[in-house]
């Protein structure tokens, strides 16, 4: 998936979610209007910070009680060819691991769209729904419910500011009933201009049907920024 924008990211998750012709805009008008949580997410330079060659590491730890739990890893390899920036993901490993083509021109962190495509899949799996149906509720969540909170995390021994964007996608839907007890599934995104790459976290979880807050979630998954590294010095 080329981008040469941080719109292309957006762009191309507008496209997959694009199930009917009226997607594109969230606003009566017609006009299509940009979120503030869009904005962050998909028209931000958040490679802007990552002096190539590099590489930025992420865990990735799926818990809860319907599944079997896990931990694995991605990387961010951004590199220089041809004098233009390119980045390429490796998400997760072996049997798990979901494909993500290099993006070209990089800006906008595509760890974001890898980690959102494999959320579709997931929930293809666990629910029998459609991908069309997932893209399409989180867009138009993200772009009509999304609650934005200002916020501070802990990176590299320092206390950052950062944007914490909080989404329940099929929370209103009037087909929530379809997905059952997945309708209460949410995303927490938190971003900051001050870490690598510009995402430090991405959560979703799916509350206990029980219902209690001491519950153990019936699924969580988390990636979260463990830190650069810069390729090891060639020895002449």
Known sequence: MPCIAPALLRGAFLALAATTAGLATSGASGQD?????????????HLKNVAPPATLSYAFRKTGSAEPSFDDSVELRVRVLDGVKQASV?????????????VTRAEGNPVLLCFLERDIREMERL???KSGYFRRAIRLALARSAKLARTRLSFGGRELAANEITVIPYADDPLKDRIGKY?????????????PGGVHSVRTFVPSPEGTSNETPLLEERLTLVGRRAPAAVIR
Do not use: M, N
Request: charged content about 20%; hydrophobic content about 35%; some cysteine.
């Open 33 to 45: 209007t940009i979120s503030e949580a869009e904005t962050l997410l998909f028209q931000t330079d």
């Open 90 to 102: 490796t998400f997760l490993s072996a049997e798990r691991k979901t494909a993500c083509p290099e």
């Open 127 to 129: 629910t029998g729904g």
């Open 183 to 195: 309708a209460s599934k949410t995303y927490v995104f938190t971003l900051s201009v001050e870490v």
